[in-house]
């Protein structure tokens, strides 16, 4: 079973003499419980039978030097084993009721704690038990609380050593037999000759110590011993005589006796337990010994009746049995535990402790004892563990009363009891241990893991973040294929994340990942052209808050790939506070502060630290990850393969909402040219005392935006449904109205003239009207203001979405206005001017070559339907597919869109080249009267730029403001939206409808009314999606004039 997804009721870390008892009781109550230990499984051939053998199993730091030797692995290096040689590093309180970290993992088992190995592997249990040792089980507390788990400010303090110190006598000629026996005397010595177990006699001294005797194994390195100790007495040549003394025990002959003397006692119970963060390594500094005097003067005195020469450290307790660290106590302000083991939570107002905390080991014990703490230890586990066991039991009870599966519980799993254990296993199999070794490295030698370490601004704040990876989440071995349309046949581009985030901004502390996905190869069903490379990371700071960080790089065939490099290597990414949800806080409240952190950034993998990325790989399946990489990076950028086509018999039906009715009215402009306008009634004009005025809507070019019968919530419902009449200008542009010679000054000039004064002949004469526009309509309502066809006075309040009075466009939308590709396609056209967007058989070469040619423009998505890359090749992207349904996207391109006039893009383009709006022939005859401007206004943009970028509302909200300052004027950047997505995609009446309906009201009922929605502030500069600088505009110019050769030698 992978780890991860291992869970059981209780994991007890640890086999001393606290772990072992309490998971003793546990297995007898009959929990399932999984033992974990740090150290091997010895037996007795593993022990070392010489000097260099047990400095070969040893390790020994110099932390001044930054030196050491010995070896990395037996006792000290964790492995892979669930059960031996697995070190804990932290622990993680689950989320409760927390959807936005629940949904990060699909084999999360929801229990209540997760126990970590490194920052990938962890098993699951609902009960933890600390009892790793005093240091292992503080260490693990302080990364814990590292990760947000709230403990007692009082953890490492009262440390102890039990008033221990180790002293060795050597060269004495008393009978001690104190040395131990290698193999060979072993068999030669009698049994009543032998020495005897490790401790042989006792003192107890009146002044409030205790001094053993002890036996050292024949493979101890005595004289290492004594070189490491700096205090020898008497006083003289005692190295030397050591040295001789060890040379007489080499060759066999008659040695002197030697002896160790364990000393405990008392000590002042005042040491402290500190975490290095740089190193994460244990620090401590050791209790006060006021009896270390005393202890060496009756050393001394045993020294002298004994004979020989007694060494012994000067400036340190030496200590086997060490205490203290979490003390058990009656409150947090005293200690780290309460009196049954349960770890105490400081997060709230009132001191509680964490359900299914426990820590039951020496560390507990707030004092020394005075001797060997093993029955005291072993007394307290049991004392411990009968509440833990009744507190497993009444908690399995409540389980299985309710009967389901609710967040943070889980029903018991009966097949739990027979998951191996050191404890469950009655008769413990060494070979079946190996088996289960064996199956758990080939499962982890089909992973692979690398280091990604990214770096750049989020929120515009410096951020870094050190990911380990592992990709192969299934455990399958991918095989290679040439389909790669179908994600889950590919483990191995998904996978798990760990490691930590640095962001000084939010925490001065790392930020580590407690929960992270990847998957290389997300797809989009909307956009199957685009590959995305998804991250999901859950991170936690110390101060108990989570966060989300989620990331994307996003990678589509744009202008020949020539960002494929870019994009690889770019993480576009959100950073979010998390909502804490749990049982003292069950509606989900936070800190206003984290609540209200909603940051968007790039993160970047840098040319070198790639290089770095691809050395750090490890795996067997590595070079077959790297293949399959390659290979949808390929299909993305090469051969623009969809990589997950939409299915050919999926189809769209209507909304089943009923439509509100309405009445289409024909109308005759200025001009004598047909139109017409729709209009939804509402008879509730008055509402809560405020007068309601008609609203008019104008569209984009050709394209509806505001009245979308397939979709559940669209503007003219949202509006109607306030209690405003609603009306949609369908002019010139449109295709039922197509004109086949018009201008978009006739727009201003005739068509909404035309409209106002039928909505006046409805309403009055001196009725105001809302007007929201779109794109061209936003254009043409300026058209009508400024240049004098349209009173200001007739107008309530003015929104406008991604158009004003000027009219700025994104770099590649800049390079295909200023190319003479229009002049081309209109002398081509000829006459007719309308082309239809579907492949009719009756269409004339010339509606052939100019569409054909027009599919060929780079652009940002390409799409499986044609009509839509006909669009979107004549305007560019239109919309993010990501933001729309897939019946609004069908309705738009097979029912709505049939035809599209090109007759207004000359004067289109001279808007466009010129960056504000201007008469037919390229003057400026409407900037130069703002007093006709006299009304409050609104302007959208999209965060996420298309076509228009977000300083076309920048100039116009600073123009409103300079010119006509008594009115209310507001800007608004609505991220993750591009162009005509802010009226007609999915979140639309979330996001962007409110700021419509806000403005409105507010200018009818004369108050200032600001939404106070998160916003994405734009000062001018930024240019969101869009690619800028002088590469991108000589690609741009090169592929289109290429383009336009082309089609001029094919005419």
């Known amino acids: 079973m992978e780890m991860g997804s291992e869970s059981y009721d209780v994991i007890v870390v640890g086999s001393g003499y606290g772990g072992s008892v309490a998971a003793c009781r546990l297995s007898m109550a009959g929990a399932s419980v999984c033992l974990i230990e740090k150290g091997k499984q010895w037996g007795a051939q593993d022990f070392p039978t010489n000097s260099f053998n047990i400095l070969a199993a040893s390790k020994v730091e110099f932390r001044k030097w930054g030196l050491g030797f010995g070896s990395d692995k037996a006792l000290f290096q964790a492995g892979c084993f669930v059960k031996t040689e697995c070190e804990v590093n932290y ?110 006699s006792s003192y107890t001294s009146s002044l409030g110590f205790t001094v053993q005797t002890g036996v050292l194994p024949t493979s101890y390195p005595y004289m290492l011993f004594k070189g490491i100790t700096i205090y020898g007495w008497p006083n003289g040549s005692w190295f030397l005589h050591g040295l001789v003394d060890k040379v007489k025990h080499l060759m066999g002959l008659k040695a002197s006796q030697a ?28 209790a006060h010994d006021p009896l270390l005097p005393r202890k060496i003067q009756t050393l001394q005195s045993i020294t002298k009746r004994l004979g020989g020469i007694l060494f012994m450290s000067r400036y340190r307790s030496t200590s086997v049995h060490l205490l203290g660290g979490c003390n058990a106590a009656s409150d947090p ?111 982890d030698s089909e992973n692979v893991t690398f280091k990604e370490n990214l770096k750049g601004l989020i929120g515009g704040m410096p951020c870094l973040a050190y990911l380990v990876v592992k990709m192969n989440l299934g455990h399958k071995i991918a095989l290679s294929k040439n389909d790669i349309n179908k994600r889950d046949e590919h483990p191995l581009l998904k996978g798990k994340v760990g490691g930590h985030v640095v962001f000084q901004a939010i925490n001065n502390e790392p930020l580590y990942i407690i929960d992270g996905e990847v998957d290389m190869l997300a797809i989009n069903d909307r956009t199957p052209y685009t590959q995305y490379m998804h991250y999901r990371l859950v991170l936690a700071s110390v101060s108990g808050s989570r966060y989300l960080l989620e990331g994307k790089k996003v990678m589509n065939r744009y202008i020949l790939a020539a960002y494929a490099w870019q994009e690889s290597r770019t993480l576009r990414v959100s950073f979010k506070g998390l909502t804490k949800k749990d049982d003292k806080n069950p509606k989900g409240c936070q800190d206003h502060d984290q609540q209200d952190i909603d940051l968007k950034g790039e993160l970047q993998l ?243 070559l100019v569409k054909s040619a027009t599919r060929l423009i780079p652009r940002h998505e390409c799409c499986t339907l044609s009509e839509c890359n006909l669009f979107s090749g004549i305007f560019g992207n239109a919309f993010w597919h990501e933001n729309v349904s897939y019946s609004i996207h069908q309705w738009l391109n097979k029912q709505n869109v049939t035809k599209l006039p090109l007759s207004a893009f000359p004067h289109l383009q001279k808007i466009c080249t010129s960056g504000f709006i201007v008469d037919p022939k390229g003057r400026n005859k409407y900037l130069i009267h703002p007093e006709r401007m006299a009304v409050p206004t609104l302007y959208v943009s999209g965060g996420r730029t298309l076509l228009v970028t977000p300083e076309t509302t920048f100039l116009a909200h600073k123009y409103m403001k300079l010119h006509q300052p008594k009115f209310k004027h507001k800007r608004v950047v609505i991220d993750g939206f591009g162009h005509s997505d802010l009226l007609i995609g999915e979140d639309a009446h979330k996001k962007v409808f409110p700021h419509f309906l806000s403005h ?30 002088a590469v991108n505009y000589f690609l741009c110019l090169m592929m289109l004039l290429v383009l336009a050769i082309l089609v001029f030698l094919m005419f």
């Open 606 to 848: 840098s040319a070198f630290e790639l290089l770095k990325t691809l050395i750090s790989m490890r795996g067997n399946q590595k070079r077959q990850f790297v293949c399959l990489l390659l290979q949808s990076l390929w299909r993305t950028y090469i051969t623009q393969i969809p990589l997950e086509a939409e299915p050919k018999c999926r189809s769209f039906d209507m909304n089943n909402k009923t439509y509100p009715p309405s009445i289409l009215y024909e109308l005759k402009t200025g001009d004598e040219y047909l139109i017409s306008c729709q209009q939804w009634r509402n008879l509730n004009t008055w509402k809560s005392g405020v007068q309601r005025y008609p609203v008019l809507l104008l569209n984009g070019h050709s394209a509806e935006s505001f009245c979308l019968p397939t979709e559940p919530t669209d503007l003219v419902r949202t509006l109607v449904e306030q209690g405003y009449q609603t009306w949609v200008l369908q002019s010139r542009v449109h295709p039922q109205h197509a004109s086949n010679n018009f201008t978009i000054e006739d727009i201003g000039k005739f068509d909404i003239p035309a409209v106002i004064t039928k909505i006046q002949e409805l309403h009055g004469l001196n009725s105001k009207i809302h007007v929201i526009a779109h794109c061209i309509g936003g254009l043409s309502i300026h058209i009508a203001l400024l240049g004098g066809h349209v009173s200001a006075a007739h107008i309530a309040s003015l929104s406008c979405v991604n158009s004003s009075m000027f009219f700025k466009l994104t770099t590649s939308a800049l390079v295909k206005m200023r190319l003479p590709l229009i002049q081309m396609n209109m002398a081509i056209l000829g006459k007719n001017k309308i082309i239809s967007m579907f492949e009719e058989p009756d269409d004339s070469f010339r509606h052939w």
């Open 1000 to 1029: 409105i009201r507010s200018v009818e009922e004369g108050v200032t009314m600001e939404r106070k929605d998160s916003l994405l502030l734009w000062d001018g500069t930024h240019d969101g999606d869009e690619r800028l600088g």
């Open 91 to 200: 622990i993680i309180k689950t989320a409760q009721g927390n959807d936005e970290e629940n949904k990060c993992s699909d084999r999360k088992q929801h229990r209540r704690w997760q126990v970590y190995f490194d920052s990938l592997e962890h098993v699951s249990a609902d009960f933890v038990v600390l009892s790793a040792g005093v240091l292992g089980t503080t260490k693990i507390l302080f990364q814990s609380e590292r990760r947000g788990l709230s403990l007692s400010s009082r953890l490492g303090y009262s440390f102890s050593c039990n008033g221990n110190n180790v002293a060795y006598i050597a060269g004495s000629q008393a009978p001690l037999n104190a040395y131990g026996l290698d193999k060979r005397q072993f068999t030669k010595i009698p049994l009543q000759n032998r020495p005897g177990p490790t401790i042989t």
């Open 333 to 443: 302000l005293n200690g780290v535990c309460s009196p049954k083991g349960l770890v105490f939570d400081v997060s709230g107002d009132q001191p509680v402790v964490h359900e299914g905390l426990y820590v039951c080991d020496a560390s507990l014990i707030p004092c020394s004892v005075g001797i060997n703490p093993v029955l005291t230890i072993t007394t307290a586990a049991e004392y411990i563990s009968k509440h833990l066991v009744q507190d497993v039991l009444n908690f399995r009870n409540r389980v299985q009363q309710n009967d389901v599966i609710t967040k943070g519980l889980i029903e018991l799993d009966s097949t739990m009891h027979s998951k191996a254990s050191l404890i469950n296993n009655k008769s413990f199999d060494v070979k079946e241990l190996q088996s289960h070794r064996q199956i758990q490295t080939a499962r």
């Open 259 to 286: 002896m160790v003397l364990n000393v405990m006692g008392y000590d002042s119970c005042d040491g402290r337990i500190t975490l290095d963060k740089e190193r994460n390594k244990i620090r401590y500094t050791h």
